[in-house]
């Protein structure tokens, strides 16, 4: 017992007490600034991106289909492109996700979610969340449960996952929607009783990442429904989807 309560008293507090004042480590990547308004024929970091989310005219990289592995800064010679930590990435539209010269993090956290009256009286004190996985390959779903973990701890803020869409709120969707789970998902969001929210978690599930384009994946769920929120990330930090869903309903 006392053992215990000195282990205890050793690893002191775990948990993170203000989820939104959380500063991550410098090496995590995050969002990307750009430092150019324009590229000459030099740079060749479009090339080796391996999802295609940079683009030289306009010059701008898309988060929704960035996987944040860096290839593109390292290949940069005169630093174009350099990710900062800041995690707040997550939006409410695809149109945000595409980063400009010019745009910082300051102003993309300011209007980046825009929380609607509706979804901030419904789901503002609880919301409950059926998780599907379409094709992931569990990265996304595995940070998705730590954010239940006791360091992040979505729980306090009424936000947690449920086992049946019967009790869910929202659908949260990660991977690129395989033609093998398309008819899942579809069932998944039906069972779900109106009104719902759906989120897209994930690289895969915003844009397809790196798997957009394959003949095995089948991505017109999207085309059907709106998304409410889209986190992007390979996979997204915990503390990615927990903002993200803070400013969603007001929090």
Known sequence: MFEMLNIRIRQGS???????????NQM????????????????TADSVCPSGAITR?????DMGK???????AGA?????????????LGADSREKLVIK??????????NAVVCRKEIKRIFGRSLKFRQVSAGGCNGCEMELNACTNVNFDMARFGIDFTASPRH???LVITGPITKNMAFAVEETYNAIAEPKIIIACGACAVSGGIFAGSNAVDREFFAAHGVDLYVPGCPPHPLTFINGILKLIGR
Do not use: M
Not at 28 to 43: E, M, T
Not at 81 to 86: H, V, Y
């Open 101 to 110: 010269y010019g745009d910082t993090p300051g102003e993309y956290e300011k």
């Open 14 to 24: 775990q948990y993170i007490p203000d989820v939104k004042k959380a500063v991550l």
């Open 76 to 88: 940069c010679k005169n630093n174009e492109i350099k990710f900062t930590s800041f995690h707040k």
């Open 168 to 170: 869910a709120d929202g």
């Open 28 to 43: 995590h990547r995050g969002f990307p600034v750009l430092n150019a308004d324009k590229v000459d024929s030099s740079f």
């Open 57 to 61: 005219e306009p010059f701008a990289i």
């Open 66 to 72: 960035c996987v944040f592995c860096g290839d593109c």
